[in-house]
Structures are given as C-alpha cells and as structure tokens.
C-alpha cells in the first residue's frame, strides 16, 4: 500500500488492488481511517473520526485531487 502523500498527521495511500473500484484514496491517522472517492470527491466509509476531523480530510483530499488522481491513475496504468 503505497503512501501517495502525508500532510501533518494524515497518511493517504491506496491499496494495491484496489484497481477495480473508481478512483479514490484512504486516509489514516494512527488507528482511525476513512476513505474518499476522487471524482466527485466525497466520503465513502470512516471509522474513528470525528466529523470535525472528516471535514478538516476532505478539505485536504479536495485541496491535493488532481495530484492523488495523477498518482491514482500513474500507479494503475502500468
């Protein structure tokens, strides 16, 4: 699972095989996670954060979508 970017605390990464879903990125915080799709951007699942916290991610995933698509799109094109 490769980690795509870090920001302050937050480590978003994608599964290897999730090649087969739409284009999306996880998102964890010691033992909280949540997962965003790209495109539109919205929350799919979270467990552990607060709404506050969800909020705060999906601005952040908003902020960086057209890197994680590259990323999304570079690492399951090979």
């Known amino acids: ?26 998102v964890e915080r010691e033992k909280y996670r949540a997962k965003f799709w790209l495109d539109p951007v919205r929350l799919e699942s979270s467990r552990g954060f607060s709404q506050t916290e969800i909020n705060r991610i999906q601005k952040l995933v908003e902020q960086n979508r057209e890197f994680f698509l590259r990323r999304w799109n570079g690492y399951f094109s090979d």
């Open 1 to 26: 699972m490769p980690t795509i970017r870090s920001i302050g605390p937050y480590r978003f990464f994608f599964y290897s095989g999730d090649y087969d879903e739409p284009a999306h990125v996880h």
